[in-house]
């Protein structure tokens, strides 16, 4: 299984990136994806997800109407659009999948290794 994050950088305040998460090993069209954060001294939080077909999307609070996740179920890639972002914004994000099997049962979950988001002028 991997999950490969790209799109991190420096952005200044109000500007936008897009995180992708390309993935293998794994049925991705089963698999609930999330994209996670987590700020130098701070717990590892949930940003945002979205359900096997894109029926159905979360986000935390903080993020909501200026984050979008979307999915690709041919490219087996999630993507995170930030526009807006702030300097709260800066952290490492990570991507998460949990993957329902034709058993009825949950695999992962399974995590990338992650990609800096830097929000600073």
């Known amino acids: 299984v991997q999950l490969v994050e790209s799109g991190g950088g420096l952005v200044q305040p109000g500007g936008s990136l897009r995180l992708s998460c390309a993935t293998s090993?794994?049925?991705?069209?089963?698999?609930?994806m999330s994209w996670y954060r987590q700020a130098p001294g701070k717990e590892r939080d949930l940003v945002a997800n979205?359900?096997?077909?894109?029926?159905?999307?979360h986000y935390a609070h903080s993020v909501k109407d200026r984050f979008t996740i979307s999915r690709d179920n041919v490219e087996n890639t999630v993507f995170l659009q930030m526009n807006a972002l702030k300097p709260e914004d800066t952290a490492v994000y990570f991507c998460?999948?949990?993957?329902?099997?034709?058993?009825?049962?949950?695999?992962?979950?399974?995590w990338g290794q992650g990609t800096q988001v830097t929000v600073s002028s």
């Open positions: 090993g794994f049925m991705f069209s089963r698999a609930t």
């Open positions: 998460h999948a949990r993957v329902f099997g034709r058993d009825g049962l949950w695999t992962g979950p399974y």
């Open positions: 979205i359900t096997r077909f894109g029926v159905s999307t």
